[in-house]
């Protein structure tokens, strides 16, 4: 139908008087019947991305955002929507020039509050009548209201040390950095001197929110609130009076920082203008405070082992008036992560990896049973809480993120947004196959099995078999905008993604089993999975991949000298090569340490320095590489990627490398994701489709 009213009015009405068979021509040249096409880099980046920010007092509307990608501008542009929970059309609020972020509902619900240019802005839930409500200095890069109204808290950089140009201020063209301590620089960023405060100003609906108004209830300390460089919102909480607000802080600094992960919960009493470490004594990561809708109690996520950042995620209890701490996960052995309170107080909801899938659960807090809501092969990612339900952001390995309504009792999930509807009707996924498979020491595995699409069974198809990163992060159900297992599939493979041991959902202790052991079981755990699936008839062994980044890029490096002419050619994007240098350079010491245990020239040092290092094994070496390494990558720093490039060059083996100047350990950029995705498959398909 809307294909006709694009055509000539003139012969518009022709059309429906001659035969169905030109119709139906007409209709196909439009592209109406056109059969579903693989998926490719340049669609991937065609999707928009759906995340929740928050929905209203009463429940009945949710506010989400979606960004959209140009490849030719080399950036992308997050605009608001409104939707019914309900159900219902959906409607754009905001189209300024730039993104918008953080939006949440005012708390009588009459106004949408949002940020844009580092600014709080508000809105009708309509989208009309957006106006600036603050001008602050430096901009903000977070905001939440009190639960009266009658405050706003922000989040902003102060800088607190000294820069070098301070210190010698006849010397402003100066580009050195002098340094007295670690975790000198993070992630991507170098440490500036500036650290994220929690400021609280009052609201009034007639005035413009100001420097002046503002309060820093971190007055003068070198912390960041949130934490860097992940840290939002989600740390922060208001309680149901407005008087306090729990948040999360590591307040420690330098080398102290950098080999631990004992953030804290902070409760900063405004009348008493008093915080307290809520958390103190717990070596290990305190995060995500939420206060019980009655204020009576506080929750917030916990690990207990310290220099652990993926120990199991526990929740634990505080009574503001008892003081009392206890875990209310305790025997559960799985992660409970963004815990929510129902909106009666009654039941704790949260996300836990169950069998490399994320899912919705509950926790009754009475009897601290536990039962899991959702089921099936997806991710959900965020959630808020709805009067009678809940409302989450799903994704999973064949679609992107859209939003679902959840009934509480019987798990059914009802699509809320179709933001990528029309463009999944035109792309062939293949199917997901999931499989479980015995390691050599007699456990089960499950391996996630992708084909491509328009699989034929009588045909044999080269693999790849997908190495995880982390190293204790789940082979989940998730939709990647760079190692897409789809997108494999859609240029020819079959790929093979193994959840070896060392990740998360299969209990703590299948977890932890990589800790210190790097090239052990989980390098046997990787080889089977490849091994027993191409067995498979339409699998040919002789064209066999191995991909990876991260600790996946390490597997690579690792497989590359000890896979006995299994493999044809191997990719690896920002692996660990050198254990020892690495750990002299990476910035997030605790982990090294942990999963290490300990440095290199402690008297015994773990064998992974003097049995598992990729670099001890390069005489092996006779299989084609592509490295792939980012200078902004200080948790794999770059000369890693140099090393493993030099050795394989040096001893004559095919090889390239793709160098990124401006990305850290992820690839971010269109035009640069794309670049990859391109080097990536010509080098796949040099060496295993010829």
């Known amino acids: 139908m809307v294909i006709f009213e694009t055509l000539n009015p003139i012969t518009k009405p022709m059309i429906f008087q001659r035969p169905v068979l030109f119709v139906l021509a007409t209709m ?8 579903p096409t693989p998926l490719t880099p340049e669609r991937l980046w065609q999707f928009g991305r759906v995340s929740l920010d928050d ?14 990608y140009s490849i030719e501008e080399n950036k992308g542009n997050r605009d608001l929507f409104v939707v019914p929970t309900a159900g219902g059309e959906a409607r754009k609020v905001t189209a300024f020039p730039g993104s918008e972020f953080n939006a949440q509902f005012r708390p009588d619900g009459k106004k949408i509050g949002f940020l844009s240019g580092g600014q709080l802005w508000e809105m009708n839930p309509d989208g009309s009548d957006a106006a600036p409500v603050s001008e602050i200095e430096g901009g903000v890069n977070g905001f939440s209201y009190s639960p009266a109204g009658n405050q706003v808290l922000f989040v902003k950089e102060v800088q607190i040390e000294k820069t070098i140009h301070d210190k010698y201020p006849d010397l402003p063209k100066a580009t050195g950095r002098l340094m007295d301590g670690l975790m000198y620089r993070h992630w991507t960023e170098w440490e500036d001197g500036a650290y994220s405060h929690i400021f609280l100003a009052p609201y009034v609906q007639t005035a413009k929110i100001t420097d002046a108004s503002l309060k820093d209830i971190m007055p003068g300390e070198p912390f960041d609130a949130p934490m860097q460089p992940f840290g939002g919102m989600e740390e922060i909480a208001w309680s149901p009076d407005g008087f306090l607000v729990a948040y999360t802080c590591k307040k420690l600094s330098g ?55 993926s120990d199991r995620t526990r929740i634990i209890h505080y009574g503001i008036h008892s003081l009392q701490k206890k875990e209310l996960t305790a025997g559960f052995d799985q992660e409970a992560n963004s815990p929510r309170w129902s909106r009666d107080g009654k039941e704790i909801f949260f996300i836990s990896g169950i069998e490399a899938t994320y899912q919705l659960c509950a926790l009754d807090v009475a009897t601290l049973k536990y039962r899991q809501i959702t089921t099936g092969d997806h991710d959900y990612t965020q959630f808020a809480v709805l009067p009678k339900g809940l409302l989450g952001a799903r994704m999973s390995i064949s679609s992107p993120t859209e939003l679902f309504t959840v009934d509480l009792k019987s798990g059914k999930e009802t699509a809320l947004s179709d933001v990528n509807k029309e463009l999944l009707s035109r792309t062939a996924m293949g199917d997901v196959q999931s499989r479980w498979i015995t390691t050599p020491d007699g456990k089960r595995m499950k391996v996630w099995v992708v084909l491509p699409p328009g699989f034929d069974p009588n045909k044999k198809y080269p693999a790849l078999l997908y190495c995880q990163g982390g190293p204790q992060s789940a082979v989940s159900q998730f939709f990647s905008y760079r190692w897409n297992l789809q997108l494999m599939a859609a240029n020819g493979y079959v790929v093979v993604a193994p959840n070896r041991r060392g990740l998360p959902s299969f209990g703590q202790r299948w977890n932890d089993e990589i800790s210190g052991n790097w090239g052990g079981l989980v390098m046997q755990d990787l080889l089977t999975a490849i091994d027993t699936v191409s067995a498979e008839p339409y699998i040919d062994k002789d064209r066999l991949g191995a991909v990876g980044a991260s600790f996946g890029g390490f597997s690579v490096y690792w497989l590359a000298g000890n896979h006995d002419k299994r493999f044809k050619t191997f990719i690896s994007h920002c692996g660990l090569f050198n254990m020892t240098s690495w750990f002299g350079t990476t910035e997030e010491v605790f982990f090294a340490n942990h999963d290490l245990d300990g440095p290199y020239w402690d008297p015994a040092p773990n064998p992974s320095y003097l049995l598992y290092s990729p670099h001890l094994f390069v005489k092996k070496w006779d299989t084609p590489i592509l490295v792939i390494h980012n200078e902004k990558d200080f948790r794999v720093p770059l000369g ?14 095919p090889s390239q490398f793709l160098y990124f100047p401006d990305e850290g350990h992820w690839v971010n950029q269109p035009q640069n994701s794309i670049l990859w995705q391109r080097v990536f498959f010509e080098w796949l398909d040099q060496w295993l489709k010829k």
Do not use: H
């Open 28 to 35: 196909a040249c439009f592209g109406a019947f056109a059969q």
């Open 55 to 68: 929905v209203s007092p009463d429940g009945s509307l949710a506010v989400y955002g979606v960004t959209r």
């Open 255 to 309: 080398t102290e920082y950098a080999v631990s992960t004992d953030s804290d919960i902070y409760l900063y009493d405004q009348q008493a203008d008093k915080t307290t470490n809520l958390s103190q004594g717990n070596p290990g990561y305190d995060r995500e405070p939420t206060f019980s809708p009655d204020g009576q109690s506080l929750i917030w996520t916990s690990m207990a082992k310290a220099g652990f950042e």
């Open 640 to 653: 890693e990627g140099m090393q493993a490039f030099q050795a394989a060059q040096l001893q004559g083996i």
